[in-house]
Every structure is written in structure tokens, then in C-alpha cells.
């Protein structure tokens, strides 16, 4: 069991999924509460899959946890394009956002390769 608060990608997860349902509060008046459901949801999904991985009874759940939350970081992305496309954020707005997301993604990748490499070093 680990601290999730002390977990930089967390900390940023935490911040972005944050600002985001900040900027999503416009998404309903523009007609596309949907978008807005499923960009939140993605965003929030990346942190509290670090959460929940924290109190994994193993390291290779914690890694599956690690693993859902790349997912969320992915889908995160993907919301923010259809976001900008549709012309609901402004594309340096879009662009400043799927940067973190994708840094995010890289950080959890990291994090998750060194416990999967913490398990094999174990066997």
C-alpha cells in the first residue's frame, strides 16, 4: 500500500482532471453535455485509477490499475480533440491540454514499467 498523494503523475492527474471540469462547465450551454460527461469522467478516471491502484494487495494489480489509467489518459486526449474540433476550446487551449495528458500518460508508463520491473526482479 502506498501514499497516492505523494505520486507526481497523481498530483498532475489530480490538476488537469481539475481544470477541465472547469472548462467543461461551458460544454452544457453549447449544447454538448455529452462531451462534457465523457471528458470529465476520462480525466478523473486517470487519478482515481492511481488512487485505487494504491491500495492493490499486489504490484501486479497496482500495475493493471496503472494500466487503466493510461487508457483514461488516452481517451483524455481524445476528448479534448473532438473538443477542439468542435470548436469548444480554442486550439492553443487544446493544444497546452492534450500536451499534459500526453506527459501524464508518459509519466504513469514509467511509473508502471518500474513496478512491473519490481515484480520480475522478485521471482
Given at each position: 500500500?502506498?501514499d497516492f498523494?505523494?505520486?507526481?503523475?497523481?498530483?498532475?492527474?489530480?490538476?488537469?482532471?481539475?481544470?477541465?471540469?472547469?472548462?467543461?462547465?461551458?460544454?452544457?450551454?453549447?449544447?454538448?453535455?455529452?462531451?462534457?460527461?465523457?471528458?470529465?469522467?476520462?480525466?478523473?478516471?486517470?487519478?482515481?485509477?492511481?488512487?485505487?491502484?494504491?491500495?492493490?494487495?499486489?504490484?501486479?494489480?497496482?500495475?493493471?490499475?496503472?494500466?487503466?489509467a493510461?487508457?483514461?489518459?488516452?481517451?483524455?486526449?481524445?476528448?479534448?480533440?473532438?473538443?477542439?474540433?468542435?470548436?469548444?476550446?480554442?486550439?492553443?487551449?487544446?493544444?497546452?491540454?492534450?500536451?499534459?495528458?500526453?506527459e501524464i500518460?508518459?509519466?504513469?508508463h514509467?511509473?508502471?514499467?518500474?513496478?512491473?520491473?519490481?515484480?520480475?526482479?522478485?521471482?
Open positions: 500500500m502506498q498523494k505523494h505520486i507526481q503523475a497523481w498530483q498532475r492527474a489530480h490538476a488537469l482532471a481539475i481544470a477541465l471540469h472547469g472548462i467543461a462547465r461551458e460544454f452544457n450551454r453549447a449544447g454538448h453535455a455529452h462531451l462534457r460527461s465523457q471528458l470529465t469522467r476520462a480525466a478523473d478516471s486517470i487519478a482515481t485509477n492511481i488512487v485505487e491502484g494504491c491500495g492493490s494487495s499486489s504490484r501486479k494489480e497496482f500495475a493493471r490499475y496503472l494500466d487503466i493510461i487508457k483514461s489518459a488516452s481517451e483524455t486526449e481524445h476528448h479534448l480533440f473532438a473538443a477542439r474540433d468542435l470548436r469548444l476550446i480554442s486550439p492553443a487551449d487544446s493544444q497546452r491540454l492534450v500536451g499534459e495528458a500526453v500518460r508518459k509519466m504513469i514509467g511509473y508502471r514499467k518500474r513496478v512491473l520491473h519490481t515484480i520480475s526482479l522478485s521471482l
